[in-house]
């Protein structure tokens, strides 16, 4: 019927006065509707009773099987019109057997969904099976999402009709909603989550079009509201934020909650203007107090906008160029709306390049190593050399280490670029052995970044050492005094486990950090390196600083070098104030290792 082709059925019915029959039912499809057709033919009298004993018997085994069962079922021995139901649909729809019996049925079928189940029911009386997906209308209104089951059924000198199962799909259907809201929702706020926004951008991102903008929010000072009022602060702060925002945005912007204290908007049909005038907005709701734990409390936020130009050429970088905004606008104060503008883009480009290329300049193993050596005052030996990383890249030339060293701790590479140095190392270490015998150097000195300082560190250490046959004692690993303040319970473990295994531990750039004498007495560390601004100032005079962190490492049993000895002069009074060793371009520069192979067999006594 709903391919709007004529159609015919014979079907046996019953008179109102019980007479059985012979219908002839022909549809036929017109321009306002469907016609239908019914034609009686008097069944022959001599075959009534044996088909009525015939589908009575029936109806009483369908009705004995199914009464009870906990299934929904319909039985039709005549087409559409049914002889049986049993209890479980009664109860599921909530009307009466006799309400439902003949063509009462179908009144419960949702009008949207009648279509369907028609064609269904029309299919399975030609033979087979069908299902539909229905919404029942229960009497009170409700509706229950349903699948019904046809099979054919065919009842000797009585014709056909079908057997209906139903099973109630609603409350799964709505346990498969809330799943699928859950995965694209955040639980705290209620706000799309990543994977929603990024679905949501890529929608709506046509290339070379125009007025899809996005608005990257990062609270200020959020660490300080968790901290001073606590997590449940934080979290009531993040759910009052998510409704600051869906009450200030547009009708029809997305409002997504990044992750952490970090939020984005996005809307269509809108210019660059539109965008920063909706920023301000945000920032005014934003900057009304709120009570927090019976603290007033007025969040700002940091906001990067961007809005589609023709150099956008997918979904994801839209997004990436208006978190680059974002921290552009941190990095200038509180409260403030950066708009990514074409030098900023071109630079945050030109970055993801580096990064691809630090990737794979770590992989090809290109980072190659220099080896300073470091001097004993006592006799002027050098016994250990400091392992530093350089890069130079085929096109860009020398990058310098503060800039790639940085980059890779920004982009997850500190991990990869710290094991090809300590394995580097390390096999520099052993080849000098061969080399050199009791000549070759006897330690070497490898920086670690705050980011290595976790659990990974210490079986690190150990296969390399192991890979390359070098006791522990040969290698020294090097951290900054501030690395160790970033989480100084956990840096403490890690360094006594490097410890314990044998391995020398030295505080870098000591007297530049923030730590406290209690803590730097308890840590497990050997030397006390002076950094090369304590150094500088010699040459002016200022002895204050390096000789007090000499006094203080003496009086806690550590050694001390003192870094960026650049002349004569600065080595001899530092040799005067107490240090233990020196290291500077005066004394000795950088080396690959075969030079510095070449510089220790020409130094060997």
Known sequence: LRRERSARMNLPVRTASGALVEAVVLCTPTPTG??????????????????????DAHEQRFATLTERSPVPTLLSEQGMRLAHVNDAFCSLVGLQAEQLLGTGWMATVHPDDLDDVIEQVVAVLGGGDGEAQARLVREDGTERTTVIRFAHLFTPGVGAGFVGTIEDITDRLAFEARLAHQAHHDPLTGLPNRTLLAGYVAERFRPGASGLACLFLD????????????????????????TRLRATVRPGDLVARFGGDEFVVVCEGVDQADAVTLAERIGAALAEPMRLSGVDVRPHASVGVTVQTAEHGAAEEL??????????????????????????????????RLVAELRQAIERREITLLYQPIFSTADGSSVAVESLARWHHPVRGAISPGVFVSLAEESGLIGGLGLLVLDETCRQLAEWDRLLGPAAPQRANVNVSALQLDGNLHPHVVAALERHGLHPSRLSIEITESALMKDPTSAREVLTQLRELGVSLAIDDFGTGY????????????????????????????????????????????STVAEGVETPAQAVELARLGACFLQGFDLAQPMTGSRTAAWYAAHAR
């Open 34 to 55: 469907r016609m239908w057709t019914l034609r009686l033919v008097p069944a022959a009298s001599e075959s009534e009773r044996a088909l009525r004993a015939t589908a």
């Open 219 to 242: 609270l200020d000072n959020f660490k300080v509201v968790n901290d001073s009022l606590g997590h449940a602060a934080g979290d009531e702060l993040l759910v009052e934020v998510a």
């Open 319 to 352: 997004i990436r160029d208006c978190d680059i905004a974002m921290y552009q606008a941190k990095a200038g104060g509180k409260g403030r709306i950066t708009v990514l503008d074409q030098r900023a883009r071109a630079e945050a480009r030109d970055k993801l």
């Open 515 to 558: 730590s406290s004498l209690a803590y730097l007495r308890h840590l497990p560390v050997d030397c006390l390196k002076v950094d090369r601004s304590f150094v500088a100032e010699l040459a002016h005079g200022h002895t204050e600083i390096a000789s007090a962190v000499i006094a203080l490492a003496k009086n806690l049993g550590l």
